[in-house]
């Protein structure tokens, strides 16, 4: 294989694995953003910041503050959807852009129930650390964020179930 082949080659596979960096990403946040599979995700300096939501620098204080989403109720249940990926690679470094539809269950401080909807987009980089790939930073922009379901209308849909 030509040296110019492998090295394209090379650059499809980095871009699957980011891929798939994300997929697991979106998939623990899934999981009551679980702590333990969300920081094996990001490097030790790694930085993590939501426009609604606030800055986290370094590995345990992503893991901290994404974790404390799940224990508190403020998102109790989600569905992370990312699509539209431009993922740039450069060596062992590289940068994707991504969008972003998040639909979640949320408790209210007075123990209610909201279903809501965020649009948005993400911008990341990345670093291949010991093998493979993980976040250097992430910063999610939410443009919009609205109810998509009120609570009423769950309460009619269980009562007719």
Same mark, same amino acid.
Request: glycine share 8%; with cysteine.
């Given at each position: 294989?030509?040296?110019? @082949?492998?090295?394209?080659?090379?650059? @499809?596979?980095?871009i699957?694995?980011?891929?798939?960096?994300?997929?697991?990403?979106?998939?623990?946040?899934?999981?009551?953003?679980?702590?333990?599979?969300l920081?094996? @995700?990001?490097?030790?300096?790694?930085?993590?910041?939501?426009?609604?939501?606030?800055?986290?620098?370094?590995?345990?204080?992503?893991?901290?503050m @994404?974790?404390?989403?799940?224990?508190?109720?403020?998102?109790?249940?989600?569905?992370?959807n990312?699509?539209?990926p431009?993922?740039?690679?450069?060596?062992?470094?590289?940068?994707?852009?991504?969008?972003?539809?998040?639909?979640?269950?949320?408790?209210?401080?007075?123990?209610?129930?909201?279903?809501?909807?965020?649009?948005?987009?993400?911008n990341?980089?990345?670093?291949?650390?010991?093998?493979?790939?993980?976040?250097?930073?992430?910063?999610?922009?939410?443009?919009?964020?609205?109810?998509?379901?009120?609570?009423?209308?769950?309460?009619?849909?269980?009562?007719?179930?």
């Amino acid at each position: 294989m030509s040296d110019h @082949l492998a090295e394209r080659l090379q650059v @499809l596979e980095d871009i699957e694995a980011i891929r798939k960096l994300k997929a697991l990403y979106c998939a623990a946040c899934d999981d009551d953003h679980n702590p333990d599979k969300l920081g094996e @995700l990001f490097a030790e300096d790694a930085v993590w910041e939501a426009s609604s939501m606030g800055k986290a620098e370094g590995r345990v204080a992503i893991q901290k503050m @994404l974790g404390d989403l799940g224990k508190s109720g403020v998102i109790r249940n989600s569905a992370h959807n990312v699509f539209n990926p431009i993922i740039e690679v450069d060596g062992d470094t590289a940068s994707g852009h991504w969008r972003l539809i998040m639909l979640y269950t949320g408790i209210y401080p007075n123990g209610e129930l909201h279903y809501s909807r965020i649009i948005g987009w993400y911008n990341e980089r990345y670093a291949r650390i010991d093998g493979r790939w993980q976040f250097t930073s992430l910063y999610c922009e939410v443009e919009e964020a609205a109810p998509y379901r009120l609570a009423e209308d769950q309460s009619a849909a269980e009562t007719s179930a």
